[in-house]
């Protein structure tokens, strides 16, 4: 069934949630409530009824609430909170996809968009953790400025009245709901049709009783809202001849849909190619070549954020200190990555793989107790998705960026460490080190000149060098030297690059020494190791080995944590490439 905005009818396209209610969504003050709305049924019953908490799980979650054999208009609030905490132990949350959607298909001829989130209510804690999915098809019409919103939760409309508009700057804004929001990503200029879904378990009310509150949701709403309107203004007939660009463009949602089977599957970039050459040679007559395929979905994900689902082969590597050991970065190697345990406490992530190759020659990731990651241009997926892991690590960790004093390169930076529409801010600062246009010329580096873009486009610049230009005394407009010149890493030597770089890490010297605890922990494993191969020879003629090793062991005396981190200064000093391990090492041969 196909249907129009404005239709009384709610779709029915997609799937929906099957399971069961979750005690993820439900604060302490909902969920006693909930208990006391069941009257004097027993409170089993009612914890059976959950998702995840079904059969003898239930009897056991009363049980461990001390609230066996009691009814569920019996307990107080304490009790329900109790037995929603432990409810939340055995069950697991459900996750937005679980929650099923509309789908694409729903309305006809309209561009679509979807996002997924979770909202966090609630005034007591737990708070009740509500999955949600919001929506979105749009259609750019042929009214004068107008824009028609039609608002449902769970697929019926709601009640309240809702208004769309533009405001002074041209944005989309909505009104009703709970909502009073501009939304500035979106078309400043047309007229829209569009239509907004929202599916979640619980939505909350507005003050006056009767129409949901979407104010939880709105900035999500906003994305897809964002999104949508977007594509409809890219699928919207243009009077002006088409190009590669515009055919490709227009079809690349449609196309993703195709190749991944609206989501489900992960697909990689040649295969958008192979779809879409046929398409573009059929509607204008032109050949859609490789490298053009490349520069335009490039663009697209600079502008958009990472297209989610694809994968792309390996185009960088990691490099660990101390193991001699390359590993390709990718996103497959990624999701199986386990960081090495207190081997290093920098990660300097290089745009040219080359240079990876000169520092482990000159053995410089070992001397700064340092990670080495490399890719082509731009930081991969798999390179931020790695960022994201180191961060999530117990074991501290520095991220620096190195990168050509381009505008481009300045932008790798910005798009490490900041939000995009595909990921969130990195969760560990990420420091830069530059090439920075304005110590390029500096230092006397040789300057390239950039042909300006065809399409007469200006490149985009990082805020930081903005901002410069706001507050520099050399008065230059960096922003604006970026759009016609660059200078390269690549016009230094290694030694220079080296040198550079050891100047700019100065600041950050240190090497990595773990914690007191470690390090005797270290130390009397590799002692019990060394005295366990000892001994064994021994006990292999004679019995009772155990004793022995233990008598060994206890005649040994060993340094604290800090005299052995004094050792380490002194060794460091005198070989910089050493690993605090080596040190142990050596004071486990004195004592074996």
Request: with cysteine; hydrophobic share 35%; charged share 30%.
């Amino acid at each position: 069934m196909i249907l129009s905005p404005g239709c009384s009818q709610p779709p029915s396209e997609g799937n929906r949630y099957e399971g069961k209610s979750s005690p993820f969504w439900y604060d302490p003050v909902q969920f006693h409530e909930l208990t006391l709305a069941y009257g004097s049924q027993p409170l089993r019953g009612l914890v059976a009824q959950l998702d995840g908490c079904t059969g003898g799980k239930a009897g056991e979650i009363v049980r461990a609430a001390g609230l066996d054999r009691m009814s569920c208009d019996s307990i107080n609030r304490r009790q329900a909170t109790t037995l929603l905490q432990i409810a939340r132990q055995h069950a697991r949350r459900v996750s937005p996809e679980r929650l099923g959607s509309v789908g694409r298909d729903a309305y006809a001829d309209h561009s679509y968009a979807i996002e997924r989130g979770r909202a966090f209510l609630g005034s007591a804690k737990p708070q009740a953790d509500i999955p949600f999915v919001a929506e979105a098809w749009a259609r750019k019409t042929g009214d004068k400025g107008g824009i028609r919103i039609s608002m449902l939760v769970n697929r019926t409309p709601v009640t309240s009245h809702l208004t769309a508009y533009r405001d002074s700057d041209k944005d989309i804004c909505i009104s009703g709901c709970g909502m009073n929001h501009g939304f500035e990503d979106t078309p400043t200029k047309g007229a829209y049709s569009i239509v907004v879904n929202v599916t979640t378990p619980y939505c909350p009310i507005t003050s006056d009783g009767k129409a949901p509150s979407l104010k939880p949701f709105v900035d999500t709403i906003g994305i897809v809202l964002s999104t949508a309107t977007k594509k409809a203004q890219r699928a919207a007939p243009k009077r002006k001849r088409l190009s590669i660009k515009h055919v490709m463009l227009g079809h690349l949602d449609a196309v993703i849909a195709e190749v991944s089977d609206d989501g489900e599957y992960r697909f990689n970039p040649r295969q958008l190619l192979y779809k879409l050459r046929p398409i573009v040679r059929n509607e204008i007559g032109q050949e859609l070549t490789t490298p053009n395929f490349n520069g335009i979905l490039t663009d697209y994900e600079r502008e958009h954020g990472e297209i989610p689902g694809m994968y792309r082969e390996p185009r960088g590597s990691i490099y660990h200190p101390h193991r001699d050991e390359t590993i390709t970065l990718g996103t497959l190697m990624v999701e199986d990555y386990e960081r090495p345990v207190w081997l290093y406490n920098k990660v300097v992530y290089i745009e040219k793989e080359g240079f990876s190759e000169a520092l482990k020659d000159a053995r410089w990731a070992e001397r700064h107790d340092c990670m080495l990651m490399s890719s082509k241009g731009f930081s991969t997926r798999a390179a931020r998705d790695l960022v994201d892991k180191l961060a999530e690590h117990d074991e501290p960790v520095t991220i620096f960026c190195v990168h050509d004093a381009d505008a481009y390169g300045t932008m790798i930076y910005q798009t490490f460490q900041e939000t995009t529409k595909a990921r969130g801010a990195r969760k560990v600062q990420i420091v830069n080190l530059g090439l920075e246009p304005w110590e390029a010329v500096e230092n006397g580096l040789d300057v390239e000149d950039v042909e300006v873009n065809e399409d007469d486009k200006r490149k985009p610049v990082a805020d930081y060098v903005r901002e410069r230009t706001d507050a520099a005394p050399d008065g230059e407009s960096w922003e604006e030297w970026l759009q016609n010149h660059r200078v390269e890493l690549n016009v230094m030597t290694t030694p220079e690059f080296i040198e550079w770089l050891d100047g700019k890490m100065a600041d950050y010297n240190g090497k990595l020494v773990p914690p007191s605890d470690v390090l005797e922990k270290e130390l009397a494993e590799r002692i019990e190791r060394k005295v366990r191969a000892t001994v064994t020879e021994r006990i292999l003629r004679e019995a009772g080995f155990e004793n022995q090793v233990a008598e060994a062991l206890a005649a040994i005396e060993k340094p604290n944590g800090e005299a052995l981190a004094e050792g380490m200064e002194d060794l460091f000093e005198k070989e910089p490439d050493r690993e605090w391990r080596d040190h142990i090492e050596a004071e486990a041969k004195k004592r074996t």
